[in-house]
């Protein structure tokens, strides 16, 4: 059972005045960049990077640009909205027969690997699963994973629905993966969000330094 993980990173980034995979969190990483290493050390068998037409890819690590599992797709409906970058990635994985596929946003960078194989892992366990999506106290969060019985379902999707409103629908057989730290699941959409990863970044450096 293979499972595509599908990087959102063609958002407009109206809120932010620009691009946010190309924002930066520290010298010599970005925003963007993150969160593809997390899913490129993850155990998924595929990556598909959903980007804007025009992306310079400036942001994307060095290390991506040699990893086998990594495929960059340029969405060309990107600016309707995000149901046609996730529709776009789906079809990917729909494509090239992977049973499942974890959607992961370029704007949470502090989504680790771990988090990711335990999507991965609980879809596995039970894989009559449609969905497991991430926890954070009575809320449910991205990252998600998808089974192929929620594809055609997403195929359907319009401007910036997301995944999230077809787990609602009758017969959906789910579970919630608790998220214990909410920093995980953290997502950037204003600037104010930009400074506040930039200082948990940097608070991170330092204790690392300091031991």
């Not at 990077?49 to 960059?72: Q, S, T, Y």
């Amino acid at each position: 059972m293979t499972i595509a993980g599908i990087y959102l990173a063609a958002g407009a980034g109206k809120r932010m005045g620009g691009s946010k995979p190309a924002a930066e969190l520290l010298p010599g990483i970005s925003l963007g960049g993150r969160g593809l290493n997390a899913l490129l050390a993850s155990s998924i068998d595929a990556a598909i990077a959903i980007v804007r037409p025009g992306d310079p890819l400036g942001w994307l690590p060095e290390a991506a640009d040699c990893d086998p599992k990594l495929r960059i797709v340029f969405c060309e409906e990107a600016g309707l909205g995000m149901a046609h970058s996730l529709r776009s990635g789906i079809a990917c994985a729909a494509a090239a027969g992977h049973e499942a596929a974890i959607v992961a946003l370029a704007d949470q960078p502090f989504v680790t690997p771990a988090l990711l194989n335990g999507l991965a892992n609980v879809w596995r366990s039970s894989p009559g699963l449609d969905y497991v999506i991430s926890g954070l106290g009575d809320a449910s969060l991205p990252p998600v994973l998808l089974a192929r019985s929620l594809y055609a379902s997403v195929a359907g999707l319009q401007g910036d629905q997301g995944a999230k409103r077809l787990l609602a629908e009758p017969g959906m057989e789910g579970r919630i993966m608790p998220i214990l730290e909410s920093t995980l699941v953290f997502d950037i959409d204003t600037p104010g969000d930009l400074q506040l990863a930039k200082e948990i970044m940097s608070k991170s450096k330092k204790s690392n330094t300091s031991q």
